[in-house]
């Protein structure tokens, strides 16, 4: 007997959950800051109608809200609070505490990086200028719609005690790659029983792992916020179709990218000292990133890049062909991020612990690309424009320390990761390091791997539900 499919409440969801509106190129992400929280729950009663929930996708624009702990606590939420949010959460991202778990600190001078950071959340300093209350997303098909739009809800904020902090632009092309050339969005995990679609049982995971008040893969509901009603005294599950959402501003160093792998790719051969090897610059990024630029699995296909555009999305380390076997490096930021099958022998079970530490995506890439054309053979003769460009890295999960910072501290940054010695990850690692690339007769390793990626903002929101920002708005 088929087992019946779970019912959910995608009225009560804002529509970020279902969906990363992905047919919506144009994108802001306003950080605000709450200045008279009275004002702010009339600006909240505003916003509500206009919000986009995941019944389907014909918001445009499409709005989401999400907040910070200290813009909840500015609201009133906290003094209603019966069982409270994550600690990590209420922390926040930029907490020294946090900060050294996910490699945002110096260690040479013993202080947090993020205290110089942009924006950010935080909980002990509220005072701190930089620190933010909301986050609000908006998505369009166009850039007039984008305007339109950002100009209405500005003003909207700004006369009901809320202010505008920064605006985060996007920039998103038609190659659908992020600045180091990479095709990019592949590999997510496909929600039980949310849509039509289906996938490899392998890569399906339960709802509760992204959103609250349903099963987990533990097969239980997640730990979940609740209030105490002002009014009825009644208790009232705030944080029921509602998740956590986790957002990094990460600068690219392009230029700084392509160039060592230029380094790294000199031809010595028939007299030509000092010449680039655009193949085997391309060979060597690719394993980095554990995908050829098209984004087919090195996996697949390990000795050429095959030149074409794809979604595939095969890793699996012991279901390669036997003569493919081991050619993508456990290093690779793709099985580093998702090692599926490759924690130990025991695929089953190793599907098992890498589906307990799941996040879904939803970030957006900024600044100008280095290269219009993203063609490798263009990074490499490109010289430095010296702009800013990177990715706001956005994803939810609905518990932040077995999620989210598993996969930064233990898998991404972790230099002995999977039985390695000094290798980190040269995609979104925080640290230098090495790469070693598995091949005969003898292994390669590269050494002295500089940084790539520098985190300039980041926060731990709560992406409630609609309910739960009617309650915020009333309070």
């Not at 109608?49 to 813009?71: C, R």
């Not at 509220?126 to 166009?142: E, K, P, Q, R």
């Not at 995990?189 to 490899?200: E, G, L, Q, W």
Request: aromatic share 10%.
């Amino acid at each position: 007997m088929t087992a019946a499919k779970q019912k959910y409440e995608f009225n009560e969801m804002q529509g970020l959950i279902k969906r990363g509106y992905g047919t919506k190129k144009f994108t802001d992400f306003i950080l605000l800051k709450i200045e008279d929280a009275v004002k702010a729950k009339q600006w909240l009663k505003l916003l509500i109608p206009q919000l986009s929930d995941a019944t389907a996708d014909k918001f445009d624009p499409a709005i989401n809200v999400a907040f910070t702990h200290a813009g909840l606590d500015k609201l009133g939420l906290t003094a209603h609070i019966q069982n409270n949010f994550l600690r990590e959460f209420q922390e926040g991202m930029a907490d020294e505490t946090r900060s050294r778990l996910l490699g945002d600190y110096d260690w040479d001078k013993q202080v947090s990086i993020a205290d110089s950071w942009e924006w950010k959340d935080a909980a002990k300093d509220v005072t701190d200028g930089n620190v933010i209350d909301v986050l609000l997303m908006v998505y369009a098909s166009a850039q007039q719609i984008l305007d339109a739009t950002y100009s209405r809800v500005k003003q909207e904020a700004s006369v009901n005690g809320v202010r505008e902090f920064k605006r985060l632009l996007t920039k998103s092309n038609d190659f659908l790659k992020e600045h180091f050339g990479f095709h990019d969005g592949i590999s997510q995990p496909t929600i039980k029983d949310f849509s039509d679609r289906t996938d490899d049982e392998d890569n399906t995971i339960n709802a509760g792992e992204f959103v609250l008040g349903y099963s987990n893969q533990y097969d239980i509901c997640p730990e979940s916020p609740e209030v105490r009603s002002p009014v009825t005294n009644e208790v009232f599950d705030f944080g029921r179709n509602g998740t956590y959402l986790v957002m990094r501003q990460m600068e690219q160093d392009v230029k700084g990218f392509w160039d060592f792998i230029a380094s790294q790719s000199k031809d010595d051969s028939n007299g030509s000292v000092g010449k680039v090897d655009e193949g085997a610059a391309v060979f060597l990024a690719s394993r980095m990133v554990g995908r050829w630029p098209g984004g087919t699995p090195v996996a697949t296909c390990p000795d050429a890049d095959p030149g074409k555009e794809t979604d595939e999305n095969k890793f699996l380390y012991h279901s390669v062909a036997p003569e493919h076997f081991g050619k993508c490096p456990v290093g690779s930021h793709v099985l580093r991020s998702n090692p599926r099958d490759f924690l130990g022998t025991n695929k089953k079970e190793s599907i098992k612990l890498s589906n307990h530490h799941r996040i879904l995506r939803r970030g957006r890439s900024y600044g100008k690309p280095l290269v219009d054309s993203m063609q490798c053979k263009d990074f490499l003769c490109t010289p430095n424009d010296n702009e800013e460009r990177g990715l706001y890295f956005m994803c939810l999960n609905t518990n932040i320390s077995r999620q989210f910072e598993f996969i930064q501290h233990t898998w991404i940054n972790n230099e002995k990761f999977n039985g390695m010695y000094n290798d980190t990850d040269h995609i979104a690692g925080s640290y230098p390091g090495d790469f070693t690339i598995p091949q005969s007769p003898v292994r390669r390793h590269i050494t002295n791997i500089p940084v790539f990626v520098r985190v300039r903002g980041g926060a731990y929101f709560f992406l409630p539900s609609i309910s739960a920002l009617k309650f915020l708005s009333e309070l």
